[in-house]
């Protein structure tokens, strides 16, 4: 089993929907990064949370720690926020990041 | 501030080769991770340096990879023999910290071996 696992793997939205994408983790975590990847390729990190909830822009991230769980919320979704989402942790003490397998969201106009 | 610059962005080569991927950090970042992406396993960890000194390596596949970080402001990541397996997506990122602060990404070399 992953120790970090996201859902759905894939998911197609009409532009205006609110989207939500969840990521569950096994293990004990010091942080807990959400990762944006274009088509082009490019990473880049939305959040970095530990507790509680963090909100940028129309993008909102929440966490509790107790149930090992995260949700990436973004409202009036757009095209352009057509993407991979990832989940990353990074373990106790250690220093590099656990990675989710990634969602693709697609918003259609 | 440049960002972390990786070269080249893309690279094909024959099997066999020796490969050599560089990195640059982000000026004042101790951390310096190197990681994979493939279509089958996602992005992994193959290594990370904290202040030049290699931390934690268990992810390097095998003899053929090797990565050093000469100073604060270089990394290379080096695969020698080269074969099709490893073609991938390999990123380069920095961190101030752990913990706290964000990792912030290079553009990744596409490496393809035929």
């Known amino acids: 089993k992953n120790e970090v696992e996201q859902s759905p793997q894939n998911l197609t939205a009409q532009e205006g929907e609110f989207i939500t994408i969840n990521c569950s983790y096994s293990?004990?975590?010091?942080?807990l990064h959400w990762l944006q990847q274009h088509p082009g390729g490019g990473i880049v990190s939305l959040f970095m949370?530990?507790?509680g909830k963090k909100k940028h822009g129309r993008l909102i991230a929440t966490i509790n720690i107790q149930e090992k769980h995260s949700s990436l919320h973004i409202t009036a979704s757009h095209p352009r926020d057509s993407a991979v989402y990832i989940c990353?942790?990074?373990?106790?003490?250690?220093?590099?990041?656990?990675f989710g397998k990634g969602t693709k969201l697609s918003v259609k106009p | 501030d440049a960002g972390v610059i990786q070269s080249p962005r893309h690279e094909v080569t024959e099997m066999g080769q020796e490969v050599t991927l560089r990195c640059k950090p982000i000026?004042?970042?101790?951390?310096l991770f190197w990681y994979r992406q493939t279509m089958m396993r996602g992005l992994e960890l193959l290594i990370y340096?904290?202040?030049?000194?290699?931390?934690?390596d268990s992810g390097m596949p095998e003899d053929r990879f090797s990565a050093k970080m000469p100073n604060a402001s270089f990394s290379t990541l080096k695969i020698q023999p080269s074969e099709p397996r490893d073609s991938a997506v390999y990123f380069c990122?920095?961190?101030?910290?752990?913990?706290?602060?964000?990792?912030?990404f290079g553009d990744g070399t596409r490496l393809s071996i035929l």
């Open positions: 293990v004990g975590i010091s942080a």
């Open positions: 340096f904290n202040n030049n000194v290699p931390i934690d």
């Open positions: 949370l530990s507790s």
């Open positions: 000026s004042g970042h101790d951390y």
């Open positions: 990122a920095s961190s101030l910290t752990v913990g706290n602060q964000p990792q912030h």
């Open positions: 990353a942790v990074i373990r106790g003490s250690q220093g590099n990041l656990i």
